[in-house]
């Protein structure tokens, strides 16, 4: 199937390209004889991919940019590699020429520090962030600049100048943002509102879901389970987007990614480096016990003590924090920190101390063992390994007012065939991940269904390795990026539902996003015309020489 | 007389020790293979985390807990010890003991897999008997032919077929999971003794025997052709005895040794479950937490399913030859 597609995908171009050979040809002569020393043809290139039973769309795109690249003279072998070997040879060993991979859009990956660090050098170490090795002194210290920068107008200036630094020097091609496509039952639930890089499945979802049905608890169905509810040991997002439904955190982010005060009732900047934190009052853990400056101190200094190594980044910037009185907190950091009151504020939940200061190595607790009180929106209820959770409204919550929901209850599923098959039979009211291509469209047919697209901010990436040849040499990344039809990749391989990539801060992230940085729009011949004027040419056989 | 029963005896007793033996090292050589095989083979565990935007030394200290920094053989040795006492380790991924999630998803698997295996050979060896009895009919090709389809299409999609007929179109049966929510279940046996189980076992369970019901229709149905061509067959004609009688007294007995034998290499093999249905069906078995495992590269819960799954194989086998001495007094110990 994947050649008949790269093969339709060829054949209009094949005539234009044996033209373009004779051209290169005679290019090629002519350096020839101006130049008599030896040319040296190109190395050749592996592109690392993804399977195509892991995701099919990663792996025709990286047969679509391979198409172009030997057009363009080069030799190119892809290579369909399992995801956690791929991640771990570009990441850990740094052993690739060029490998497609994605970020996924987490609520906290709005804020721009997390991307913009992909392209810092002082995470361009194995293992680090940036595996592509892109090194400018200049991002770097504008980077510094504006994760410090407090005033928003000042560190959106910095951002975009960031975006304008790297673009030109095509690092890395961001390949596309693909947009979530999710469905619900509106038979039976009403009022989501999506959100960006969280679909319908988002922390408001719950509490914004209305029933319209007889059935009063929303049931959500997804593919994959948490790997554990345990707040100092879970590891995946799954985790997380349960959890976040029964914990509290002071700051929730609003479906623009707002940051609003949640429990907290005002977040201010006290100092350069002290953040002080009003507790709302009367608020109670699920076990009837108030939530306290006490609870709140005391869990980030938890964290803190206990190395939960999933929320360091977030904990970075912060040296403890202190209760000031009943309801005040005060946060003191090593250094100012643009996005600690809006991100880390809004990812760490509040733990019951007088459940939590019992424990001392909180990450191995036995699943059995592990605490489920929170002070959130919802309760724990149980959790069947394989089979469901389940979390039932909590009415003195100060939010509980507005939930018209009477619980949640979470079926898992082996795959998104399940998923799809339950939405059908009304056993689920909504999809927890996003749908396969072919169920898109068949969901559409449904009366039952309303189908959303969700604009994502993470994205598809293709990163060179700048310390092999021949991507050290800038001309060629910029020719290269040219000569990778993203266009197309939307079009034919998302069928549309996306968008096409220019920016590692996505277009949806309109704050942050950089509008106007080049482009490189898909040109062949401009893609020629670059590497023409870098000093290469082609030989008799078309292979692009130097 | 006393002195030959006893010398059986011992022999039987020697038999079964050396038997026993072989076992134990048979696990040995696969727990030291699963260990090395999956380390070399599969990713780091925290390469994973890569993409939750963890640093190299947070991953560091993850793999420092799983004790992933020591030194392999070290590994090697405490796995080993750990084995020898029961304890097959802390999954990574879901920071639980292996031993509880195992026991747990052997258990839903082999309620799946023993009712239907179990079904599938009570019909498939009489029909098999019968198809044989009545050979070279249209019975007999077109009972072939359904066994054989069966056995050959995916099982993924007479699963799939069988949703979209019955769950989907019909709406009489549900598609997935094990239960109907809401429930409270506190055991494991409070969980299946219920209608509603039943339910939900009758489409995944009935695909599997279709699959299943393959092997002994044919197996039973070929042995018994050549056991009709034995004297004391001819023997039992000869005593004018009804030809049903003759069948299934004399001739289908006689034919049951290769189907029980692989009846039981067919549930030795179901202890790993059946991928694929627990897949389509949403069952939460030890098939799908295998493959999970290895996705996730959760060496310790990869290793101990393997090895459980091996562990049921070696012991099934065991039990087979020792039934089969039972069954055929000619097959001796040796």
Redesign the interface.
Known sequence: MNNAITEALAKPYSGKRTSLRVLAVTLGLGVCASQSQAQEPMPSITLTTTTESYDPIRYEAAFIIAERWEELGLDVTVAPT????A??RL??QQDFDATILG??GRTD?LDPQ?FLSTLDSR?S?????NPGGYDNPEFNALFDQQSQAFDPDERQQLVMEMQELYKPDAPLIVLFYRDEVVAYNHDTFEGFEPMAGEGLYSEWGPMEAEPVGERG?L?IGGPQEP??L?PL?S???WGWKWMRLYYDRLVRLSADVEPLPWAAESVEQVGDTTIAVTLREGMTFHDGEPVTAEDVAFTWNYYLDQ?Y??F??YLAALENAEVVDERTVHFNLKEPSASFASISLSQIPILPEHIWSEIDDA?????VDVPTVGSGPFQFERFD????M?ISKFDDHFYADDIAVDGV?F?????M??VY??L??G?IDVTAWRMEPGQISLAESQDHLTVVNVPDFGYYHLTFNLRRPPFDDRAVRRALTMATDRERMVNVLLDGRGEVGNSVIAPVNNYWHEAFIEQFEFDMDAARAELEDAGYSWDEQGRLVR | MAVHSESVMSSRRSYLIRRVFHGFMALFIIATLLFFLFRLGLPDPTAALITEGLNPEERERIRASFGLDRPIWEQYFIYLVNIVQGDFGYSFHYRAPVADIIWERLGNTMILMLPAIVLAYAVGAPLGAWLSWRRGSRADTSGIFVGLMFRSAPMFWTGMIAILIFGIGLGWLPTSGMRTLPYEATGFFDKIFTLDFLHHLILPALVVALYYLGSPLLIMRNTMLEVYGEDFIEMARAKGLPERRILYAHAARNALLPVVTQLAVTIGLAAGGQVVVEVVFSWPGLGREILNSVRTSDFPLAQASFLVMAAFVISLNLLVDILYTMLDPRVSFK
Do not use: C, H, K, M
């Not at chain 1, 990450?363 to 699943?367: K, M």
């Open positions: 399992e995801f956690s070997t991640l771990e990441y850990d970020w996924t990956r997390f995470q170490n194995p293992g680090g962030n608890t049931r790997d554990n345990n040991a590891t995946s997002v190395d190594s999933y360091n980044s990450s191995s607790l036995s699943p390994r394989g089979e469901f389940a209850e079926i898992i599923y082996a795959d065939e399940g098959t339950g059908q039979t056993e």
